[in-house]
């Protein structure tokens, strides 16, 4: 395992990560950031300016850095030790990284229904939910699914997820990261849950365990068949 300065020379140049924000009333977060190492265990954390992010943290409040090394995924769990701006964090290593269990980043494609809206402004009154079911791309992260409108990065969604499995909906916004189109021509939407509370979060890996272990299942029976 390398030490926590051996970790530091991995942002000495910054490097684009993936941070677990503490959570609140609104839920956790889990973000794309810059992070840039600053000096010592000091690293800063640039989120982005899309939104402000001060009601989602504050000092010495802990969160998670996910990050790659030679393909291999990490954590570093660090304190804020300083809120430099609304967008801007200084934080702190405590220890050096663990390996990334996959369980914790892994994604899967099932069927669900889903129910979409763009978050409206304060004080408006928010539009009623776009209802569709469809193949998805899930993680506890966030989702891949295709939407009929355009959709530009940034934008912000409010979302119903009904789990497959349970028939149980949970409501949690998301952001987009990227569009793109598949090869049947529909465009796909990648949405980064940013308030969504814990337990759904688990509850949302726990449907994505056992759709795993659904499509192992299958495969079995397919080799038994031949």
């Known amino acids: ?20 924000l503490p959570a609140t009333e609104n839920g956790s977060a889990t973000i794309d950031v810059m992070v840039r190492y600053r000096s010592g265990n ?18 010495h409040a802990e ?3 996910l990050y790659g090394v030679q393909g291999r995924p990490f954590k570093l769990q660090t304190r804020i030790e300083k809120i430099l701006g609304p967008c801007d964090l200084l934080v702190k290593a405590l220890a050096p990284p663990k390996p990334l269990r ?43 699914l295709p939407l009929p409108e355009e959709w530009s990065r940034f934008d912000q969604l409010e979302l119903q997820l009904q ?29 980064q849950f940013y308030e969504l509370a814990s337990a759904d979060r688990d ?19 397919t080799r038994e068949w031949h």
């Not at 000091?42 to 000092?59: D, G, I, K, M």
């Not at 809206?117 to 891949?144: K, W, Y």
């Not at 509850?203 to 029976?221: D, F, H, M, Y």
């Open 163 to 191: 789990l497959p499995a349970s028939g149980e909906v949970l409501t949690c916004r998301a952001e987009v990261v990227r569009t793109c189109y598949g090869e049947d021509g529909v465009l796909q939407v990648a949405l």
């Open 42 to 59: 000091l690293l800063e954390v640039a989120l982005p300016t899309s939104r402000s992010w001060h009601h989602q943290f504050h000092r």
């Open 102 to 144: 996959e369980r914790e980043f892994f994604r899967v494609d099932m069927e669900m229904e889903v129910g979409y809206r763009p978050v409206a402004p304060d004080q408006e009154e928010p539009p009623p939910f776009q209802i569709l079911r469809t193949m998805v791309n899930l993680s506890g992260c966030g989702i891949r």
């Open 63 to 65: 969160c998670l850095l």
């Open 1 to 20: 395992m390398e030490s926590i300065s051996e970790t530091m020379e991995h942002f000495r140049d910054g490097r684009t990560v993936r941070i677990m």
């Open 203 to 221: 509850k949302i890996v726990a449907g994505c365990l056992a759709r795993q272990r659904e499509i192992l299942r299958n495969k079995v029976r």
